[in-house]
């Protein structure tokens, strides 16, 4: 069984940084991108940002310059450090991979169960 667990998140200050991990466990045959989605309450869940299984990385227009992705493939981990954090960021931040597991062999995407970020004004 596929698990992410996510951890970081919490409450901080407008101008502040935080540093999010999530790490995937279990039987995986391979992972390949992952990226860092978030949802505030009324809207839908939109991209954060996303990394390959390279190093090529994509991020939402309102974060870019202020939040980084990357990934440690030995340890099947992806983070994200957000500096300069705002009010709008607000929301529940969700890990997801694209992954291959043992046993199927079949690819899928999952998700983790959610990490609360909330930034004060």
């Known amino acids: 069984q596929v698990q992410l667990v996510e951890s970081g998140g919490g409450l901080v200050q407008a101008g502040g940084s935080l540093r999010l991990s999530c790490a995937a466990s279990?039987?995986?045959?391979?992972?390949?991108?992952m990226g860092w989605y978030r949802q505030a309450p009324g809207y839908q869940r939109e991209l954060v940002a996303a990394?390959?299984?390279?190093?090529?990385?994509n991020y939402a227009d309102s974060v870019k310059g202020r939040f980084t992705i990357s990934r440690d493939n030995a340890k099947n981990t992806v983070y994200l450090q957000m500096n300069g954090l705002k009010s709008e960021d607000t929301a529940v931040y969700y890990c997801?991979?694209?992954?291959?597991?043992?046993?199927?062999?079949?690819?899928?995407?999952?998700w983790g169960q959610g990490t609360q970020v909330t930034v004060s004004s």
């Open positions: 997801n991979a694209g992954l291959i597991p043992y046993g199927t062999y079949y690819p899928g995407r999952y």
């Open positions: 279990g039987s995986i045959f391979s992972i390949n991108a």
């Open positions: 990394i390959s299984s390279g190093t090529s990385t």
